[in-house]
């Protein structure tokens, strides 16, 4: 006859055991738990997973997961193991307390968090109550400081006592809310750890310039012209962040839309006309960019005075000047970068900024 264990159950997984003992450990330590609930323990008080066992209910654990994590519930001191390493014996012997010479079976539910015992009733929390030496203990397994532990008592103390509720372990309750403030902490460190100032020779990664260039249908040539100014205003801000892939993203596609907004009004090849004015668009994408507007008009006699002088017809003067005070820009504030080179070692796809003025008010490749 076949047990309630060999069909395909459900694992009953609380919330508070994954944030005390994490997920992998509660996931195993939930299937151990009801495997104890619906077998015979033996003689001396285990139980036994075998291999069969592990593939019908742990069938995402490999031997070596297993042998891991139960090894990890053994450190914190919530199972007590007794066979060999699981993934040279496939079987794993197990009881939830400390094994004796002749012990009878113990039941072990599965619980929310590891619980103190009491043979008392539910009660309200002292206003000077104070964790045991167990549940430090147990806290210190899971390897929280115990000055972090004992630093939550006062806020533990007064929430429980305003909300009027009872509880038949405190201990077990302070457990619990002194894990889950753990790892909160532990998250938010490691948050901070990744947030970083933008460095100076920061580039895209390879996946955003592919997002940007292949699926936006952006210019290799604008979104590389657009990385100086992008590194030259988080510098100035001093700002630290983890997501600048992101946020360049945005930078450029907004550039972009108004870039190609501008297009669509400057189609027909003309000479530069002697007072011709940048369009609004222009000032749109450089205050985007976030360019000094200023500075921008007072390029214009210097850009005015060249084209005139060469009479060469272009369709997209407010294209040619808009890559012309980026190029000053970055100049202006040293932003150079590396050129790019063909598999023949001779310069590709160069930016503004390594070119000569004349090479940038000359180039068509806008």
């Known amino acids: 006859m076949s047990s309630p264990f060999d069909t395909e159950r459900p694992i009953l997984l609380s919330p508070a055991l994954g944030a005390t003992l994490g997920l992998e450990e509660a996931t195993l330590f939930a299937v151990l738990a009801e495997l104890a609930d619906l077998r015979q323990a033996t003689a001396n008080g285990q139980w036994q997973l075998d291999q069969q066992d592990a593939h019908k209910r742990l069938p995402f654990f490999s031997p070596l997961d297993i ?113 889950r403030k753990w790892r909160e902490r532990e998250t938010f460190q490691s948050s901070r750890e990744q947030m970083r100032p933008i460095d100076f020779d920061w580039h895209p990664s390879a996946e955003a310039m592919e997002m940007m260039t292949k699926h936006a249908g952006i210019t290799p040539q604008f979104v590389e012209d657009a990385i100086p100014e992008f590194i030259l205003y988080w510098q100035e801000k001093g700002t630290s962040a983890d997501t600048w892939n992101s946020k360049f993203i945005q930078h450029v596609r907004r550039q972009w839309a108004r870039y190609q907004s501008s297009l669509e009004h400057d189609a027909q090849p003309q000479i530069l006309a002697s007072n011709w004015q940048p369009s609004a668009d222009v000032y749109d994408i450089l205050r985007l960019a ?61 930016s503004t900024r390594e070119r000569s003025l004349v090479e940038d008010l000359t180039d068509t490749s806008w």
């Not at 009872?166 to 077990?172: D, L």
């Not at 407010?318 to 598999?343: D, E, I, M």
């Open 290 to 350: 976030n360019i000094d507007l200023q500075f921008a008009k007072q390029l214009i006699p210097e850009f005015l005075l060249y084209w005139r002088e060469t009479k060469q017809a272009h369709s997209h003067w407010n294209t040619k000047f808009l890559q012309h005070v980026k190029y000053h820009w970055a100049q202006r504030h040293q932003l150079t970068r590396a050129p790019a080179t063909a598999g023949d070692g001779k310069p590709s796809n160069r």
């Open 67 to 179: 042998e891991r994590v139960s090894k990890s519930l053994a450190a914190k001191g919530v199972l007590f193991i007794s066979s060999a390493p699981y993934q040279q014996q496939g079987l794993l012997q197990y009881s939830f307390n400390a094994p004796a010479a002749s012990a009878p079976r113990q039941a072990m539910p599965i619980v929310s968090a590891p619980q103190v015992a009491n043979s008392g009733g539910a009660s309200l929390i002292a206003p000077n109550w104070q964790p045991d030496s167990d549940t430090l203990a147990r806290l210190a397994q899971l390897n929280v400081d115990e000055a972090f532990a004992r630093a939550q008592v006062p806020e533990f103390v007064t929430y429980w006592r305003d909300s009027g509720e009872a509880q038949r372990s405190w201990g077990a309750k302070f457990h619990q809310q002194v894990i």
